[in-house]
């Protein structure tokens, strides 16, 4: 167990709405990530941060910002969730070299 | 646009084979690479890594590395119905300390 916890696990929202997704862990590690799964797409890394208020941009970053003010949480927001935001997010922690994920966010956009 | 390619599947394999699962990629710089197994709405969990050229076992699944053709495989012997899942490649990014993961092969073992 990686003690990375996400939440809300689940959530349907409307067009428009802003919605923020909460990565907490337990170990202190210094590398944070946030990938989202689609079918036929695997996992897509959105945005990293590698330490407080350090954070760089994935290749799917338009449209969600990240906010790293403490270590152990790393919160990936979505200014205005539109319908191709629908998918599951996962957020993971590095340990030497390996990532370790948390059990997923699904979000349904409406 | 860093890739790495995966047959979707997908792969069907009765009991007790050898299941070969198989990934390219195209960035030359990449260093590490891992094979992950996600089931049906769980997340993904590390099962190899590799790093050097040539193969590496443990246990069932043996990893391949063949840094010059740009491939990875995974061998999973004596299959099991528990090892349906999807396989998801992922190697290591040259510009960031972050992994490009592949879409995922199916694997099916068929009891």
């Known amino acids: 167990d990686a003690g990375i916890t996400q939440s809300p696990r689940h959530k349907v929202t409307e067009t428009g709405t802003p919605v923020t997704l909460r990565c907490h862990q337990t170990e202190n590690h210094r590398y944070m990530y946030w990938y989202r799964q689609d079918p036929g797409h695997g996992l897509r890394l959105i945005h990293y941060s590698y330490g407080v208020k350090d954070t760089d941009k994935g290749e799917v970053s338009d449209g969600y910002s990240v906010s790293r003010s403490k270590t152990e949480d790393f919160l990936l927001t979505l200014e205005s969730a539109t319908s191709s935001q629908t998918s599951v997010y996962f957020c993971?922690?590095?340990?030497?070299?390996?990532?370790?994920f948390g059990e997923g966010s699904r979000l349904t956009v409406l | 646009q860093k890739e790495v390619e995966q047959n979707s599947g997908p792969l069907s394999v009765p009991e007790g084979a050898i299941a070969s699962l198989n990934c390219t990629y195209s960035?030359?710089?990449?260093?590490?690479f891992f094979w992950y197994r996600q089931y049906s709405g769980k997340s993904p969990e590390l099962i190899m890594f590799i790093y050097s050229n040539g193969d590496k076992e443990d246990g069932r699944f043996t990893a391949q590395l063949n840094k010059a053709s740009q491939y990875v495989s995974l061998l999973i012997r004596d299959s099991q119905p528990s090892d349906s899942a999807t396989y998801l490649c992922?190697?290591?990014?040259?510009?960031?300390?972050?992994?490009?993961f592949g879409s995922g092969t199916r694997l099916q073992v068929q009891p």
């Open positions: 992922a190697v290591t990014d040259t510009g960031r300390r972050a992994l490009t």
């Open positions: 993971a922690i590095e340990d030497t070299g390996e990532l370790f």
């Open positions: 960035d030359r710089g990449s260093q590490s």
